[in-house]
């Protein structure tokens, strides 16, 4: 018996959310046979929803029927064995638990001292994950650096971008702001995040400088960087942070960090280093060694909630100069006065983040690592790198198809080829995304490479086995023929 309107007894919640918990296990038990996203008409659930919000409370049973009923239909199925669509968003029902212990809780960790297990279990957590990921000691708190969960690698990039720009004006930019001719530094297949962080420090689209890339890597190349850090240099403009990318979003291309980090050395330009999707292979030293010269960056980060388990939002930042970071962010008003953080001997959170308000998030991120441990987790990631390795070799052996770019960690980019010529292909191409989507059974998104269209095949979910990735390939031969 329910008695809405109120707050609900222990009694209420235990058994709502034991059909809560049953409602999900049934949907991921099921979500296999779902169309991964059907045709999905906008405007349709708005349509389904009555014009008023409740006035008095209701049963439990009337939510999880509207979920059935309005919101299952109009979701792409991200968790879907057959989504390989943009990144995995992996979220392990371990971390879905985490992240309901999270909210049972219901602490807030706005200081050390409000929340002091979350603030503590944070740093130990990526204290050691550092060391997993092969990240130098200075990226830990012992050795002068520290880590942080952020909501996302474009918060991230963010308070990257305000760190440096504190550091490169020796202060100055927290009182006067920005005094004009800063230069921040990407690749063209840089993430948008870094564009979106430029235009929100105001530095204005003339602030980003986006570097040249290699034309059969993708990956930025590092004399066209030398040369624009020198031409800004000589016109009297001030360099003041480079992103270079392990896993760029489009199709995967590694930047040459060791190079890169020579540069940003040479002129104390601050280097951060974005594997929001592919850094977290690092937990594996074979993949690790993929992407050398990590070690020298001012900053990286690399996203738990893409390919690491973890449900969002869970994305892992290190840096080695908190000092600055904490200088750049920190306002201390008085109603957040307290003892332990005057002392310097806790670490304040909310001076490494846009909020202040702070979830712990570190509670899922250890029910995923205590779950899978770091051997079902290497297992993990390994699992989709063989799985991209040979889907890349299907695609080689089939002359309807070519690889764009040489599968990169667990995503394979290719198009169409018809024997027609390029525009022939690219339409082929084209047709042939919308028509594996339609068919419900799989589903992929896209890119462009020297602005012709590119399919990409992004494996990594957690259910997602062999059986769905030849599936998937059977798909793309068949549906090759209709398109
Ligand atoms: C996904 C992605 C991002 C953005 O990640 P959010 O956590 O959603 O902000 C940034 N960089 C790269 C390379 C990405 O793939």
Redesign the pocket.
């Given at each position: 018996m329910f008695v809405p309107g109120t707050e609900m007894t222990s009694e209420e919640f235990r058994e709502f959310g034991h059909a809560v918990v049953d409602w999900i296990a049934d949907y991921r038990a099921g979500v296999a046979d779902l169309p991964v996203r059907g045709e999905i008409r906008p405007g349709r659930l708005w349509e389904q929803l009555p014009d008023r919000l409740p006035e008095e409370g209701e049963s439990p049973a009337a939510l999880l029927a509207d979920l059935d009923r309005v919101i299952v239909p109009a979701l792409a199925h991200w968790q879907h064995p057959a989504f390989f669509g943009y990144?995995p968003a992996n979220s392990s029902l371990a971390s879905v638990l985490g992240d309901l212990l999270s909210s049972g809780l219901g602490v807030q960790g706005i200081s050390w001292t409000t929340a002091p297990a979350s603030t503590e279990l944070e740093q130990y957590l990526l204290d050691r994950l550092a060391e997993e990921l092969g990240l130098p000691a200075e990226f830990t708190f012992p050795g002068g650096g520290g880590g942080v969960i952020q909501d996302?690698?474009?918060?991230a990039?963010l308070v990257t971008l305000l760190a440096a720009l504190h550091r490169d004006s020796l202060g100055a930019w927290r009182s006067s702001g920005l005094t004009g001719g800063e230069v921040v530094y990407g690749s063209t297949e840089t993430?948008s995040?870094l564009a979106k962080a430029v235009r929100v420090a105001g530095l204005g689209h003339d602030g980003l400088r986006l570097v040249p890339v290699d034309p059969v890597t993708l990956a930025m190349r590092p004399d066209e960087l030398a040369e624009a850090v020198a031409e800004d240099v000589a016109a009297g403009r001030r360099p003041v942070l480079v992103c270079a990318?392990v896993?760029?979003?489009g199709t995967g291309a590694i930047d040459p960090l060791t190079e890169i980090a020579a540069i940003c050395r040479e002129h104390g330009i601050w280097l951060h280093v974005?594997?929001?999707?592919a850094g977290v292979a690092a937990l594996c030293p074979e993949l690790r060694a993929l992407f050398p010269g990590v070690a020298e960056a001012d900053s990286f980060c690399t996203?738990a909630?893409?390919w690491l388990m973890t449900a969002f939002?869970c994305?892992l930042y290190w840096t080695r100069h908190p000092g600055v970071l904490v200088d750049a962010l920190s306002i201390l008003p008085e109603y957040l006065r307290n003892a332990a953080g005057e002392s310097r001997a806790v670490v304040e959170y909310r001076d490494w983040q846009i909020p202040l308000g702070r979830r712990f998030r570190a509670l899922k991120l250890w029910a995923v690592l205590r779950w899978f441990g770091l051997r079902g987790l290497r297992e993990h990631l390994r699992r989709h790198v063989a799985l991209a390795a040979e889907l890349a070799d299907l695609v080689r052996s089939d002359d309807r198809f070519t690889l764009v770019t040489e599968p990169s960690f667990a995503l394979v980019c290719l198009r169409a080829h018809t024997g027609n010529g390029a525009a022939a292909d690219d339409r082929r191409t084209e047709r042939l995304l919308a028509s594996v989507n339609k068919t419900g059974q799989a589903f992929l998104s896209h890119t462009a490479v020297d602005g012709r269209p590119v399919i990409r095949v992004a494996i990594g979910g957690v259910t997602t086995e062999s059986r769905h990735v030849l599936e998937l390939w059977r798909l793309l031969r068949e549906e090759f023929d209709r398109a």
């Open positions: 990144f996302s690698a474009s918060s990039v993430h995040s990318t896993g760029t979003t974005d594997g929001a999707w996203n909630h893409k939002d994305s």
